[in-house]
C-alpha cells in the first residue's frame, strides 16, 4: 500500500478509536442521566493490604466476594493515599482536602466536624446517607441521617456502638454486626424514595487480629509463603528505615501473637479460641523451651502466626462484602447502585520484615480499590492511572449530580471510571506522614511518585531515596545520588516543589 494511503487509513482508524471511546463515555453518561443519581454503598476496611486480595494476585489468601467488584466493574492498579495511618485517611476521604488542610496530620488530632465534607452535600441534595461502623476520629459525626459507630477502634468482639448520640451494646463479632446493622439500615433505616450513601467501616482487619469464630482454624496445617524481603536489612536505605519499630523479628507483642489472653472475649468465646489456639501455643512454648525456635526460625513462626491471623480477619471482611452484594440484588437496587472496596490505607504483611503502615513504600502508600458502577464501569477493567483517596469525595458528588466545591483538592474519577481517562489527568502524586514523635518511630516524610519513579525526602535527617519502580518494585535500591541519576532527581524534585505548591504545603 502507498505510504499516504497507509496513512490516511490509519488516521481513520485512530478516528474511529477515539469515536468509539468517547461513545462509550457519553453513553455511560446517559445512562447515569436516565436512571437518576446512582446510590453509593462505600465499603473501607481497615489496614487491608492490596496484596492479601486474590484479585489483586495474592498468592496467600482467597477474597472470592470482593473479586466479584474486580470481575463486574475495575480494579485500580496505582490507588494510593495521601498519609498512611487511619485518622488522616478518613479526613482525606470526607473533605476532599490533604491533611494540612483538613486539621487531621495524625491520629491525636479531633476531626472538626464542621467543615465541609462529601456526606453533608449529598444530604442537602436529597440523599438519605448513614455512616456505620469504625469511625475514629474522635468527634462526632455530622452530615449523616444515621449513625452507628465504633468508640475509637472499637474491639473484635462485644463492641459498645455510639447510635445517633446513645451509646448501645453489642454481643457478637464486630465485622458480622456491622454488616447486619448496614442491612438492617438498607431494610428498614433509610427513606425510601431516596437516593442513598452508606458507608460501611470494618475495623477489620486492623491489629490486633482476633477473628471470628468461623475462620479461627482457617489456615492451619498450611505454611503461608514468605515474603521476599522478610529479612530485609535495610542496608541502601535512608536511616529512617532501621530506626522504626514494628518488625515481625523484634516488636509483635505477646498480645498480638495469641500468647496472652485476649481481651473482651465473654466464657463462650473464651472456650471455643482455647479449643483452636491452647495446642498450638502448648507446642510453640514446647519448642522454645527445647531451642528449636530461634533466630531466623522465630521470626518465620511469628510470621506465620501474625499473617494467619491476619488473613483469617480479612476472611470475615470479604464474607460481609458477599452478605451485602447479595443484600442488594435481593432487594432489586444493585443496577443503579454504585458500590466502592477499599481500605484506610495499604499495610505489610511481613514485605521488608514488618507490619503496620505510615510509610511512602509501595506496600503501605498503595491501597486496594475496586469500583462497581453497571452501566457505568466495564466488568473486569484494569486501570492504572494515578488516583488517591483525595478523589473520592468529588467522584461522589459528580457521580450524584451535585456541584463540587472548589476548595476541594481531588479529582472527580468519574471519566476515568467510565473511560476514556480524561487526557489531562494527573502524571504524579503526593504523599506526606506527619505523625513523629509516634508509635513505630516512623520519621515524618513526604514525595512524589509517577507511574515509574518515587522520590522521598526525609525532612528532619535531611535524607532523600529513590527508586525505579519498574526496575525495582521492591523499592531495595535507593537511587538517590548515583551517577546518571542527577536528571531524573532534578525532573523529581521539580515536581515535588509543583505539587507543594498546587496543594498549599508550607513549612
Given at each position: 500500500?502507498?505510504?499516504?494511503?497507509?496513512?490516511?487509513?490509519?488516521?481513520?482508524?485512530?478516528?474511529?478509536?477515539?469515536?468509539?471511546?468517547?461513545?462509550?463515555?457519553?453513553?455511560?453518561?446517559?445512562?447515569?442521566?436516565?436512571?437518576?443519581?446512582p446510590?453509593?454503598?462505600?465499603?473501607?476496611?481497615?489496614?487491608?493490604?492490596?496484596?492479601?486480595?486474590s484479585?489483586?494476585?495474592?498468592?496467600?489468601?482467597?477474597?472470592?466476594?470482593?473479586?466479584?467488584?474486580?470481575?463486574?466493574?475495575?480494579?485500580?492498579?496505582?490507588?494510593?493515599?495521601?498519609?498512611?495511618?487511619?485518622?488522616?485517611?478518613?479526613?482525606v476521604?470526607l473533605?476532599?482536602?490533604?491533611?494540612?488542610?483538613?486539621?487531621?496530620?495524625?491520629?491525636?488530632?479531633?476531626?472538626?466536624?464542621?467543615?465541609?465534607?462529601?456526606?453533608?452535600?449529598?444530604?442537602?441534595?436529597?440523599?438519605?446517607?448513614?455512616m456505620?461502623?469504625k469511625?475514629?476520629?474522635?468527634?462526632?459525626p455530622?452530615?449523616?441521617?444515621?449513625?452507628?459507630?465504633?468508640?475509637?477502634?472499637g474491639?473484635?468482639?462485644?463492641?459498645?456502638?455510639?447510635?445517633?448520640?446513645?451509646?448501645?451494646?453489642?454481643?457478637?463479632?464486630?465485622?458480622?454486626?456491622?454488616?447486619?446493622?448496614?442491612?438492617?439500615?438498607?431494610?428498614?433505616?433509610?427513606e425510601?424514595?431516596?437516593?442513598?450513601?452508606?458507608?460501611?467501616?470494618?475495623?477489620a482487619?486492623?491489629?490486633?487480629?482476633?477473628?471470628?469464630?468461623?475462620?479461627?482454624?482457617?489456615?492451619?496445617?498450611?505454611?503461608?509463603?514468605?515474603?521476599?524481603?522478610?529479612?530485609?536489612?535495610?542496608?541502601?536505605?535512608?536511616?529512617?528505615?532501621?530506626?522504626?519499630?514494628?518488625?515481625?523479628?523484634?516488636?509483635?507483642?505477646?498480645h498480638?501473637?495469641?500468647?496472652?489472653p485476649?481481651?473482651?472475649?465473654d466464657?463462650?468465646?473464651?472456650?471455643?479460641?482455647?479449643?483452636?489456639?491452647?495446642?498450638?501455643?502448648?507446642?510453640?512454648?514446647?519448642?522454645?523451651?527445647?531451642?528449636e525456635?530461634?533466630?531466623?526460625?522465630?521470626?518465620?513462626?511469628?510470621?506465620?502466626?501474625?499473617?494467619?491471623?491476619?488473613?483469617?480477619?480479612?476472611?470475615?471482611?470479604?464474607?460481609?462484602?458477599?452478605?451485602?452484594?447479595?443484600?442488594?440484588?435481593?432487594?432489586?437496587?444493585?443496577?443503579?447502585?454504585?458500590?466502592?472496596?477499599?481500605?484506610?490505607?495499604?499495610?505489610?504483611?511481613?514485605?521488608?520484615?514488618?507490619?503496620?503502615?505510615?510509610?511512602?513504600?509501595?506496600?503501605?502508600?498503595?491501597?486496594?480499590?475496586?469500583?462497581?458502577?453497571?452501566?457505568?464501569?466495564?466488568?473486569?477493567?484494569?486501570?492504572?492511572?494515578?488516583?488517591?483517596?483525595?478523589?473520592?469525595?468529588?467522584?461522589?458528588?459528580?457521580?450524584?449530580?451535585?456541584?463540587?466545591?472548589?476548595?476541594?483538592?481531588?479529582?472527580?474519577?468519574?471519566?476515568?471510571?467510565?473511560?476514556?481517562?480524561?487526557?489531562?489527568?494527573?502524571?504524579?502524586?503526593?504523599?506526606?506522614?506527619?505523625?513523629n514523635?509516634?508509635?513505630?518511630n516512623?520519621?515524618r516524610?513526604?514525595?512524589?511518585?509517577?507511574?515509574?519513579?518515587k522520590?522521598?525526602?526525609?525532612?528532619?535527617?535531611?535524607?532523600?531515596?529513590?527508586?525505579?519502580?519498574?526496575?525495582?518494585?521492591?523499592?531495595?535500591?535507593?537511587?538517590?545520588?548515583?551517577?546518571?541519576?542527577?536528571?531524573?532527581?532534578?525532573?523529581?524534585?521539580?515536581?515535588?516543589?509543583?505539587?507543594?505548591?498546587?496543594?498549599?504545603?508550607?513549612?
Open positions: 500500500m502507498h505510504a499516504h494511503a497507509l496513512m490516511f487509513v490509519l488516521a481513520g482508524l485512530l478516528l474511529l478509536s477515539g469515536c468509539a471511546r468517547h461513545s462509550r463515555s457519553d453513553a455511560a453518561r446517559a445512562a447515569r442521566e436516565a436512571a437518576g443519581p446510590n453509593i454503598v462505600f465499603i473501607m476496611a481497615d489496614d487491608h493490604a492490596w496484596q492479601a486480595i484479585a489483586y494476585g495474592s498468592n496467600r489468601n482467597v477474597t472470592p466476594h470482593i473479586d466479584r467488584l474486580a470481575a463486574e466493574g475495575v480494579r485500580f492498579d496505582r490507588a494510593f493515599v495521601t498519609n498512611s495511618i487511619c485518622a488522616p485517611s478518613r479526613a476521604i473533605t476532599g482536602l490533604h491533611s494540612h488542610l483538613n486539621g487531621v496530620r495524625t491520629n491525636a488530632e479531633t476531626f472538626d466536624g464542621e467543615q465541609l465534607t462529601f456526606p453533608k452535600l449529598l444530604t442537602r441534595a436529597g440523599y438519605s446517607t448513614a456505620i461502623g469511625w475514629h476520629l474522635k468527634s462526632r455530622t452530615g449523616f441521617d444515621h449513625y452507628e459507630v465504633l468508640i475509637g477502634q474491639p473484635y468482639y462485644n463492641p459498645a456502638m455510639i447510635r445517633d448520640g446513645e451509646q448501645v451494646e453489642h454481643r457478637g463479632y464486630t465485622t458480622e454486626i456491622i454488616t447486619e446493622l448496614a442491612i438492617d439500615w438498607l431494610r428498614e433505616g433509610r425510601p424514595g431516596k437516593p442513598f450513601l452508606m458507608m460501611v467501616q470494618h475495623k482487619p486492623h491489629r490486633n487480629w482476633m477473628p471470628a469464630a468461623a475462620h479461627l482454624t482457617d489456615f492451619d496445617g498450611v505454611d503461608l509463603p514468605e515474603p521476599a524481603t522478610l529479612f530485609d536489612d535495610y542496608a541502601d536505605n535512608a536511616s529512617p528505615a532501621r530506626a522504626q519499630e514494628m518488625t515481625i523479628a523484634n516488636h509483635l507483642s505477646p498480638d501473637l495469641k500468647l496472652a485476649q481481651r473482651r472475649l466464657a463462650e468465646q473464651q472456650a471455643v479460641w482455647d479449643a483452636a489456639y491452647a495446642p498450638k501455643n502448648e507446642a510453640y512454648h514446647e519448642a522454645v523451651e527445647a531451642g525456635l530461634t533466630g531466623d526460625d522465630l521470626v518465620r513462626w511469628n510470621y506465620q502466626r501474625y499473617a494467619k491471623d491476619y488473613l483469617r480477619c480479612v476472611q470475615s471482611v470479604d464474607d460481609s462484602v458477599g452478605t451485602l452484594l447479595d443484600e442488594l440484588d435481593a432487594m432489586g437496587l444493585a443496577e443503579n447502585t454504585i458500590v466502592v472496596y477499599t481500605s484506610d490505607q495499604g499495610w505489610y504483611l511481613g514485605e521488608h520484615g514488618w507490619y503496620d503502615k505510615r510509610w511512602m513504600y509501595e506496600e503501605s502508600f498503595r491501597t486496594p480499590l475496586l469500583v462497581r458502577w453497571p452501566g457505568v464501569a466495564e466488568p473486569g477493567g484494569v486501570n492504572t492511572d494515578l488516583v488517591q483517596n483525595l478523589d473520592f469525595a468529588p467522584t461522589f458528588l459528580e457521580a450524584a449530580g451535585v456541584p463540587v466545591p472548589v476548595p476541594m483538592q481531588g479529582r472527580s474519577m468519574v471519566d476515568v471510571i467510565a473511560g476514556p481517562t480524561p487526557a489531562d489527568w494527573r502524571s504524579s502524586v503526593y504523599y506526606h506522614y506527619y505523625e514523635p509516634g508509635a513505630h516512623v520519621a516524610h513526604e514525595g512524589v511518585r509517577t507511574a515509574t519513579h522520590l522521598i525526602r526525609f525532612y528532619d535527617t535531611d535524607e532523600w531515596e529513590l527508586y525505579d519502580l519498574v526496575a525495582d518494585p521492591d523499592e531495595l535500591t535507593n537511587l538517590h545520588g548515583r551517577a546518571g541519576t542527577e536528571a531524573l532527581t532534578a525532573r523529581l524534585e521539580a515536581e515535588l516543589v509543583k505539587l507543594r505548591a498546587a496543594y498549599a504545603v508550607t513549612d
